[in-house]
Structures are given as C-alpha cells and as structure tokens.
C-alpha cells in the first residue's frame, strides 16, 4: 500500500465515520417516529423504548454503512475534482483504475464486517429488542396493544384483542378452522395469556358441533410484540433457508423471504457498485465547469435509498423477482459507473 492508497483510504475512511453517523441517527429516528413514538403515546416506559432503540442500532449500522460509503466517495471525490488533485493524477500518470482500487479495498473490509455481523449480531440484537417489547407487554399491556392487535399462540392459533385496559385486556377471541374460544376478560402470566369467563365452540365443517363454557383457559404464547422489530432481517441465512424449503415443500408463497436471503449479500455489496460509480462520475466531471456540489451527492445517495425500498417492497410482494428486486439497484449504479469511466477524461 502506497501513499496514494493510505491518501484515499484516510480521506474516505473519516468522511464514512461521520456520514454513518448521520445515516444512523435517521434511520433510528425513522423507527423512533414509526414505531416508539406510539408507544410513548400510550404510556410505554421511556427506558424500555430507549432499551429497543438501543437494540435497532446495529441493524441502524449495517444497512446505514453502505449509504455512508457512497455519500462520502461523492463527497471526497467530488472535492478532489473541484481542487485539480483527479487533474494532477492524471498528469502524473495514475490512471482511473489505480485510483479505483484503494476504494475497492476499503470498500471489501465494510462488506466483510457487515455481512458478518448481518448474519449474526444483528439478529440477535433484534431478537433481545423482540424480547423487551415482549417483557413490557405482559408488565404493561396497555402501552404496547391496542384494540386489534393479533397475536399467536404456542399452537399457531391467532389470538384477537378486542379490549385493552390497565388491568388486562377483553373481548379475547382465539381462532382456528375447528373451534373458537371467546372470553370476556384476559391478563398475561409469564408468558401465557390466562382467559376467564369464556365459550368454547367447536365446528364440523359449517356447523358448530358443541358448546361448553369455561371458568378459566390458559394459552400459551410465542408472540407478544405490537410487531417484530426488524421482521425478517432478524433471521439468519441458516434461517431463511430453512423456511423457505418449508414454505416450497408447503406450496407456500415466500417471495419475501427469498428477497430478505439475496438483501443479506445484495446490501452490503453494493460498496463495490458505489465505489465504481463514484470514481466513474468524478473522472467524467473533470474538464468543465460541471461539479456535483453538496445537493448532488444528497440527491445521488438518496437515488439508492428510494431504488432500494422500491424494489424490496415489490420483491417481497412477488411484482419482481427476488433476485432483481435484491440486486437491481446495485446492476443500475455499476452499469452507471463503467459508462461514465469509459466516456469520462482519461
């Protein structure tokens, strides 16, 4: 490693810290607006919100990462065109690969350590988040469900709240194709939702079969959240393979499971698009009075951002196929990047 390579890694390297920084606390407040601030509403536990968010940091990270790279290669790079230092690389014979290939190599350490730490401490970060919001529940019922809320017991069975107050919650239905339990009145024990003052009613076909009332009727419970933080970015590539063999030998749909596994690879890969893109775009910039400027590089990273939520909404939905959904955005600024390093200054 040269000092050219040393020049352009430290130059990069401290615009990434600090546009990380920035991403991370959007994206947290994103989730703060989105999810938290409901809650608070609702008189959740201003420690137990600040436990979640804690939580939502590493995924804040690994998905802010790539972003930060691409804002800060626009930046530097845009910077260094603007003061004729691409210019004087050039004259002194540095070609646009030479100039390329430190970035690549700064941009291969941030996928490693975020694909790395994707498949295993953002998921369990996730999951202990998971497990606050379910703790505070079975303490505060009040705070985290609201009339609606649906959950699912221990059986697969969906689990209806039709009331909540400070004592417990009402109106509880539990529903499967064969029997039906209505209960007036409902409270959490570790982990387990006891019903009280309730009817069993069981069917064969459209016809209910019996019908028998209960005192009490206890059903335990796998999920207590108002909804799982992260979905399914808090599943492994282990995970997500497992369920998607069992959705296909089901005949079940998991196109949104499929886009999750490629988005595993698919995002933080996208450094070497970027780092093509950015070097691409500054070298067909030079020789005019044409420069990026600030909005330039907002606009260009926020281009992402937007092709990026796009194509994972219609990915999961099945409108585009897993794989174009998951690296489409990632093709479309390479592509950019070789077009613009083939027609810019040489």
């Known amino acids: 490693m040269n000092v050219l390579d040393r020049y352009l890694i430290k130059e990069v390297g401290a615009y990434v810290l600090g546009a990380l920084a920035v991403v991370v606390l959007a994206l947290l407040g994103g989730a703060l607006y989105e999810v938290l601030a409901p809650l608070l509403a609702r008189g959740a536990d201003p420690w137990v919100v600040s436990q979640y968010l804690a939580f939502r940091v590493p995924e804040a990270l690994v998905r802010g990462t790539p972003l930060a790279f691409l804002f800060a290669l ?10 004729s230092e691409l210019k004087a690389m050039l004259a002194g ?4 690969l030479r100039v390329l290939f430190p970035l690549l190599l700064l941009g291969t350490f941030l996928f490693v350590a975020c694909l790395v730490a994707a498949d295993s401490l953002v998921p ?3 999951q202990q988040g998971q497990n606050v919001l379910r703790q505070a529940v079975l303490q505060k019922p009040r705070a985290l469900l609201q009339p609606g809320t649906r959950l699912v017991d221990a059986y697969g069975r969906i689990v209806y709240v039709g009331q909540v107050s400070d004592t417990g919650i009402g109106k509880v239905r539990v529903i499967t194709s064969e029997e039906i339990l209505v209960a007036e009145k409902g409270r959490f024990e570790q ?3 006891v019903l009280s003052e309730g ?3 069981t069917y064969g076909g459209a016809r209910p079969r019996t019908v028998a009332r209960f005192e009490q009727a206890t059903v335990p419970l796998v999920e207590l959240s108002l909804e799982p933080p992260g979905g399914l970015f808090s599943l492994t590539v282990a995970e997500l393979r497992q369920r998607i063999a069992q959705y296909r030998a089901q005949g079940l749909p998991y196109h949104a499971e499929l886009t999750a596994l490629h988005r595993k690879w698919a995002e933080p890969a996208a450094v ?19 420069s990026l400027g600030m909005l330039g590089v907002v606009v260009l990273t926020f281009i992402y951002y937007a092709t ?7 990915g999961e939905q099945g409108v585009l196929h897993p794989i174009l959904a998951a690296w489409g955005p990632n093709l479309l600024y390479a592509l950019a990047g070789l077009a613009l390093l ?5």
């Not at 070497?272 to 067909?284: N, T």
């Not at 083939?342 to 040489?346: D, F, L, P, V, Y």
């Open 74 to 83: 626009l930046l530097v790079l845009s910077r260094m065109g603007e003061e």
């Open 93 to 96: 014979g540095i070609s646009k």
């Open 124 to 126: 369990r970060s996730l």
């Open 191 to 193: 982990g387990t939702l």
């Open 199 to 201: 009817m069993r009613v």
């Open 272 to 290: 070497y698009s970027f780092a093509v893109f950015a070097v691409g775009l500054a070298f067909f910039l030079l020789g005019g009075s044409r």
């Open 308 to 314: 990026w939520s796009v194509g994972r909404i219609m």
């Open 342 to 346: 083939r027609m810019g200054k040489r």
